[in-house]
């Protein structure tokens, strides 16, 4: 990054986790580009944490109740890392949010927060 590579740094974050050419395209001429670009120095940490992509072995310390989203209209690899991340965590639960994508809707997930953590 050094280099004034950030929006390549971003890319390759992306490649890593699973996310087509395509979409990383489409994202790189969308709004939200420059965004990302600028937390480009923060991907060493993610890329740390996550070890090479797998699901971090801290999760199985976690002992809070957990709640996984997923939006049904994400891609494949997406919706299967919040699976698993869920799995790797003891007593958590996964939900995925009907038509919602990675972006999810406040208005979608707000009572679905609500009634994870203030059951009737």
């Given at each position: 990054?050094?280099?004034?590579?950030r929006g390549d740094a971003v890319a390759l974050f992306m490649a890593s986790t699973g996310m087509p050419d395509a979409a990383i395209a489409g994202a790189r001429s969308g709004p939200g580009w420059p965004t990302?670009?600028?937390?480009?120095?923060?991907?060493?940490?993610?890329?740390a944490v996550l070890a090479g992509g797998g699901?971090?072995?801290?999760?199985?310390?976690?002992?809070?109740?957990?709640l996984v989203f997923s939006g049904s209209a994400s891609p494949d690899v997406m919706q299967d890392a919040a699976r698993a991340t869920a799995a790797a965590i003891p007593g958590a639960e996964h939900r995925s949010l009907p038509d919602q994508t990675?972006?999810?809707?406040?208005?979608?997930?707000?009572p679905v927060?609500?009634?994870?953590?203030?059951p009737a």
């Open positions: 990054m050094e280099q004034g590579r990302l670009e600028a937390i480009a120095p923060t991907l060493a940490y993610d890329d699901i971090p072995s801290a999760t199985a310390r976690i002992a809070v109740p957990t990675h972006a999810l809707v406040p208005e979608v997930v707000a927060l609500t009634g994870f953590f203030a």
